[in-house]
């Protein structure tokens, strides 16, 4: 059922299935001009990108994309009251029956698609509650000036939304099948003076889920409507429906209509006119017998364009000229200057001359906090939350800062620094040999941690699946030390978890070590796996990241960052180092290069 | 468009495999003095007696004298040749089944929005609508009323499969016409089904679009625009009206185009409309450059001296004017010359996302042409247009 005092009455927040830019942006514009603080837009279902960027105002702003309802956090899936479906017809009935089964909250939708089969509308029809409506198919939308702008209608370009005066709240409600002749109709109306209480186009289709009657029926029970105008057009018997509505009295208020397609009457057998539904096929549903039809049940049906074009000009607006919601030259001005920025970033900028770091001042940040606070609050793009994070971190900082001069990536620069190189090209020597085999581990174990808590499979399962791979556990194994001879900086990176209330990750690494140790006893969890299982826990425990969050930071590589940043300081030492002892250039001797026979 | 009709014998190929019958159907395509049919016509018995009907949909067939009875093996050829001189090119031969009148009755289901609404009569074939108080109807549950038992004496499987039948092939409307039924026996005479054509992507092993029936005979712009249509996510749509018409019409939005179309009509002029059609849902430039070209080719063909063009639409909602019209544009730039000796005046009114940048650029180009009638936002009423354009026809006509 359709309530427009409702949805005047509460925020919506409102999710698209599929994605129109333009039409999102218009969405945004109505939102801006009517002077809401955020947009009622809170995210779009689509394939690609994890956002896109539209404008609020002058500014650009971020719509979260998720690939997939279920993809949808909770707390937005459980704010969710309406939906815009613009996928193609083929998709439309699909993603709405799973809208209306994920979003508990939801009063309902419109849906844009032509081409949706018959048999679909009635399915999604006969899926919907009584507090539930949906618009369409086929349908430009829902629209209540100042409040909501559900899809196309009224225009995708702002100026249109200003011109049509869609920030004033009117009398006169706007109906159609036809998403142009509503918007049409809508000009015609506030034109002539008039203002709209709200307005829907049906789409045209033969069984549009929110069919005519709902419409007259939410005008009927709207106190701001006044009065009703409709174009309909020939085909079908929605009009006799609504000579029954105001035969009974269930529709009271003014009508002033006009039925399209007299000229059918020129041909033997009539064209399409237009919609699907335009087709008459019996003397009931031709334009002439339904506007005498409707003359007689005491609606202004008006025979011709220019005569109903006349009964609109008639309306009353019996209160006055509205008081201006919004829509102001102000608004529209920010709206018409605005261009797009070519990168967007959230990690710092200058203010007044100063650099701030995720909205904190570096100096500031500098004199009170760690590298290591500084460090996880620009890598994570903002501030961390607990003391326990910033001290790990700093303290894997300084753990990871070298590991020897005998490994490839310290070799590398050496070799680099001894060829003469400087110190930039020495340093990325050694960083370039940085990948799955030396420093990566990290990343590829928190991967192992994630998937073990979140699939729910046991250490053993998990320790045999990968087995059957023929593929190595990163983070577990260590050349020198054993079970019986662990790694003291291993204890030491465990020790964070000590205050953690729960701490899955590190308690799966452990499980997977009791297997793996079992068959051989230097496969213990190494600093790589102890890193990543730590981290997890404190992100997860102390930081609030889901576990999508979580495996988002596995796939942008962030669990290696640490042991990159770290690992500078080591390559740069050993730079300088062979600067200082000024060795020549180093060559290998045939001995030292075995022939491969 | 949503509900189109299936060749009969496609129909039943459908339905009697679900009904586990076998069908002996015979269809037949004619190509010039050539005919094509499934199956040889030697595969056909001598002894026996044949239905030659016309397969594209026509409704009141037997009336129209589109069907031929009692039609013997040989002479299938020269009958079949006989009707498509009337402009018929598709058919299907069937053996006759012999019965009485009394035994044939009527049978449809229609899709509506409650379910699958019923109607049946024991009284059918041709006369059915003569007795149209006897045909009764109800919304399919699960148990079947029994007056329909006693009108039909069909089981109750019968309806069951039927329904199944119905819902997979995302049918709209099936009339069996007659439906003979004899006391062990009972038979599918004539067979119309309409399906949703938006469903041909849902449907496996049923029908495709080969076997929607085609409407009459369509003009060279009619099928250019159609196969512009099937390749495109905008709408489109152009029908041929009066060939030598003066008033030709590039519309845009289903409500917009028939309250010009309403208008031209209103005024007197509705035969002088050449076409009717429209485009919508978007069409991006390189589509309304080539839907404008197809438009003024049939424009050009005809005979009447005085031609005008009306570029009409309402206040679009997300259609880009600035765009569309740049197709609109390039097509009337290539068609310069021959407009210009026309004489042909354009008569545009839309408004739009854009609408400024669309109107300056087509304005322009008709002033630089010397073929501005007019050109208009939404200032000016949508039919207003169509009143500005006539005057001009008079004006010449006087």
Redesign the interface.
Known sequence: MLDISTLRKTNQSIIALGS?P??LQ?MLDFDFLAGKSEPDLKGIVASGRKYVRLFWGDKEKRIPVYSSLDMIPNSVKTSVTLFLNLTS??RTMSSTLEALKEFPRLKGGSLFA??????HS?EI?QKLNTQQFIVGPSS?GLLIPGYLKLG??????AK?LVHAHLFERGNVAVF?????????L???VT?AGKRISFSLSFG????PVLTPMEAFRAAEKDKSTEYIVY?G??GGYDEYDLIDLIQKKHVTKKIIA?I????S???EIP??????K?MASRGEET?QAKTAALKKAGVSAAG???EF?DLVKDISSTDGPQKDHGGSAEMLGKIQSRTASWFINSVSRDKDGSVEIVGEDLLSLATKRSYGYIVGTMLLGKQLKSQETADFIDFVMKLLVDHGPYVSGAVNTMITARAGKDLVSSLVAGLLTIGPRFGGAINQAANHWIEGVTQNITPYDYVESIAKKRELISGIGHKKYRIDAPDPRVRAILAFTKNLKHSPHTDFARDIEKITTAKKGNLILNVDGAIAAVLLDLLSQKEDFTERELQDLVDSEFFNAFFILSRSVGFTAHYLDQKRSDEGLFRLSPQEVGWAE | ???VKLTEYKAKQLLFNKLQIEYQGVAAVVDGKKILFSSPLSMLSSGKRYAVKVDQGVKGRMKKGLVALDVHKHDIKSIILKIAAKGFSQFVIEEIVPHEQSQEHYLSFE?V?EGILVRYSSKGGIHVEDAKDQVQSFVMHDSLPSSMNDALQLPEKFFKKMREFF?EN?I?FLEINPLVVSEKNWHILDLAIEV?S??A??VKNSWADRDIVGDQVKSEEEQKVKHLNDKSQA?L?F?L?NPNGSIWNLL????????I??????LGY??E?GN?G?Y??NPNKEETYLYTSYVLQAMLKSKKKKLILIIG??????TDIRTTFKGVVQALEEYKNDLKKRKILIYVRR????QEEGLAMISAWAQKNGMYGYVSG??L???AIVQKAISSLRKSNS
Do not use: C, W
């Open positions: 129109h333009g039409i218009s017809g083929r032509e081409n949706m089969p018959e048999k009635i029809f430009v196309a209608i009224g225009g995708t370009q249109q159609s099948s036809s998403g142009g002749m509503t918007n049409e809508i000009n015609l034109g045209g289709d033969r069984f174009f057009e020939l006009y399209g397609g007299t000229v009457a020129m041909f064209p399409q006119f237009g919609h699907a335009a334009a011709s364009f220019t074009i | 468009m949503a509900r899709r929005r819902e995302y709209s949703d938006t469903a992507f849902f709408a749509s029908t009206l845009s939005g289903g409500g917009a185009s028939i309250t179309a309403d208008e031209i009509y209103n509705g035969k409309m009717y429209e919508s849902g639409g309402g206040v679009a909602n997300f408004g739009g996302p854009f939404p200032e009423p949508l039919h």
